[in-house]
């Protein structure tokens, strides 16, 4: 099998921002390109087995060249649900039901680019922060478990972790330095009753303002690089039990380190680690006021067999909140704690087939009380258009 191919075809699929493409239109100013995937596996767990839709989409990008090295570009990208319902993997849940549109955003952004002056976008787009801990992101169901990206709305998009909203980005590269600087100019109100039924740390909405966000990576060898970054944003909480509004800030912060590429034959590893205050929810829904997570990936390729391993660590102890009708909670032992084992066969560019497991260790202790986490398993097809 062409090796080439295959190498192209492993980038395509195992790097998540990026996006598979296939030429429609091209002159000597414009380009158009079509790309996505459907993807489908047979998921089992809970004691239920069904066939479920993960994460299909299809993406446009455009490029026009302007005069005296100035590029115009543009991505637009949605997620595709064929069925009435559909899944999403996240770490409020092992997933949990969605609407039954057919078609939603996933990203929307236009940016202009002009020689060693780097490129300035705006729209829906990838993050500062997923430059940091987008390297273990790279399992086919779950993933970004305990990096912070898509915290809050399963997308990390209102505080601008994961798929950024409204957000002004720069980015630049200098030598073996890239670097990302961001913010979103929004106002967004998030009704957290809708997580659980329960009003989170007394908590039953929060006010969004703008956020801010960097982050800078070093390519120290042509295979060993090493990023660090943070994102923050101010929000308004409001008491629904006292009326009262409640100041504070969602913050995270964290560095990684990656060797290898994805793209290529042999060894990857990716790590990070990362300090957050009110950034995660925990399995019921419930703002966490201090976490560590971490997260590790070991992945090997070898004669069309890709073959890997990720690790989730989220971790916050003693902690309270106002429960179902006003009654105290005291959380003395939260541990978020997964291997995600998998092994994908890659036949071409086109087509990829897996199966991925979910070995969960976590443990939940609450007013005395120990709850578990939910192993899983899922078998799936992806063909790229």
């Given at each position: 099998m062409?090796?080439?191919l295959?190498a192209?075809?492993?980038?395509?699929?195992?790097?998540?921002?990026?996006?598979?493409?296939?030429?429609?239109?091209?002159?000597?100013?414009?380009?158009?390109?079509?790309?996505?995937?459907?993807?489908?596996?047979?998921?089992?767990?809970?004691?239920?087995?069904?066939?479920?839709?993960?994460?299909?989409?299809?993406?446009?990008?455009?490029?026009?060249?302007?005069?005296?090295?100035?590029?115009?570009?543009?991505?637009?990208?949605w997620?595709?649900?064929?069925?009435?319902?559909?899944l999403?993997?996240?770490?409020?849940?092992?997933?949990?039901?969605?609407?039954?549109?057919?078609?939603?955003?996933?990203?929307?952004?236009?940016?202009?680019?002009?020689?060693?002056?780097?490129?300035?976008?705006?729209?829906?787009?990838?993050?500062?922060?997923?430059?940091?801990v987008?390297?273990?992101?790279?399992?086919?169901?779950?993933?970004?478990?305990?990096?912070?990206?898509?915290?809050?709305?399963?997308?990390?998009?209102?505080?601008?972790?994961?798929?950024?909203?409204?957000?002004?980005?720069y980015?630049?590269?200098?030598?073996?330095?890239?670097?990302t600087?961001?913010?979103?100019?929004?106002?967004?109100?998030?009704?957290?009753?809708?997580?659980?039924?329960?009003?989170?740390?007394?908590?039953?909405s929060?006010?969004y303002?703008?956020?801010?966000?960097?982050?800078?990576?070093?390519?120290?060898?042509?295979?060993?690089?090493?990023?660090?970054?943070?994102?923050?944003?101010?929000?308004?909480?409001?008491?629904?039990?006292?009326?009262?509004?409640?100041?504070?800030?969602?913050?995270?912060?964290?560095?990684?380190?990656?060797?290898?590429?994805?793209?290529?034959?042999?060894?990857?590893?990716?790590?990070?680690?990362?300090?957050?205050?009110?950034?995660?929810?925990?399995?019921?829904?419930r703002?966490?006021p201090?976490?560590?997570g971490?997260?590790?990936?070991v992945?090997?390729?070898?004669?069309?067999?890709?073959?890997?391993?990720?690790?989730?660590?989220?971790?916050?102890?003693?902690?309270?909140?106002?429960g179902?009708?006003?009654?105290?909670?005291n959380?003395?032992?939260?541990?978020e704690?997964?291997?995600?084992?998998?092994?994908?066969?890659?036949?071409?560019?086109?087509?990829?087939?897996?199966?991925?497991?979910?070995?969960?260790?976590?443990?939940?202790?609450?007013?005395?009380?120990?709850?578990?986490?939910?192993?899983a398993?899922?078998?799936?097809?992806?063909?790229y258009?």
């Open positions: 062409n090796k080439t295959i192209t075809s492993i980038a395509i699929l195992m790097a998540s921002p990026s996006l598979s493409a296939t030429e429609i239109y091209k002159d000597a100013k414009n380009q158009l390109t079509l790309g996505g995937y459907g993807d489908f596996s047979v998921l089992n767990t809970n004691g239920t087995t069904e066939v479920v839709n993960n994460a299909s989409r299809i993406n446009f990008q455009f490029s026009h060249r302007l005069d005296n090295g100035l590029k115009a570009f543009s991505t637009m990208e997620g595709i649900n064929p069925f009435d319902s559909s999403v993997y996240n770490r409020e849940s092992l997933f949990s039901s969605q609407n039954s549109d057919l078609l939603k955003s996933r990203l929307a952004f236009i940016g202009v680019s002009y020689n060693e002056y780097g490129s300035l976008t705006f729209g829906k787009q990838w993050s500062a922060w997923y430059d940091v987008g390297g273990t992101d790279n399992a086919f169901v779950w993933g970004g478990a305990a990096g912070g990206e898509y915290s809050l709305d399963g997308s990390g998009g209102i505080d601008g972790v994961g798929r950024a909203d409204k957000a002004v980005q980015r630049n590269t200098i030598g073996n330095l890239s670097f600087l961001q913010t979103q100019l929004q106002d967004n109100t998030i009704d957290l009753t809708g997580f659980d039924n329960v009003d989170p740390n007394g908590v039953s929060l006010t303002g703008n956020t801010y966000g960097a982050s800078a990576t070093y390519d120290a060898t042509d295979k060993l690089s090493f990023s660090v970054g943070g994102n923050r944003g101010a929000f308004k909480g409001f008491d629904s039990t006292t009326n009262e509004k409640i100041d504070t800030s969602d913050e995270i912060y964290g560095a990684s380190v990656s060797w290898g590429t994805l793209s290529g034959d042999g060894l990857y590893l990716s790590a990070n680690y990362n300090k957050n205050k009110f950034h995660e929810t925990d399995n019921n829904g703002l966490i201090d976490a560590d971490i997260e590790a990936m992945s090997y390729y070898a004669d069309n067999i890709r073959s890997y391993i990720v690790y989730n660590s989220l971790s916050a102890d003693n902690y309270s909140y106002t179902d009708g006003g009654v105290g909670q959380v003395t032992e939260y541990h704690q997964s291997l995600v084992p998998g092994i994908a066969y890659i036949w071409d560019s086109t087509l990829t087939t897996y199966i991925e497991g979910k070995i969960d260790m976590s443990d939940y202790v609450t007013n005395g009380v120990k709850s578990d986490g939910d192993s398993v899922a078998v799936g097809i992806r063909y258009l």
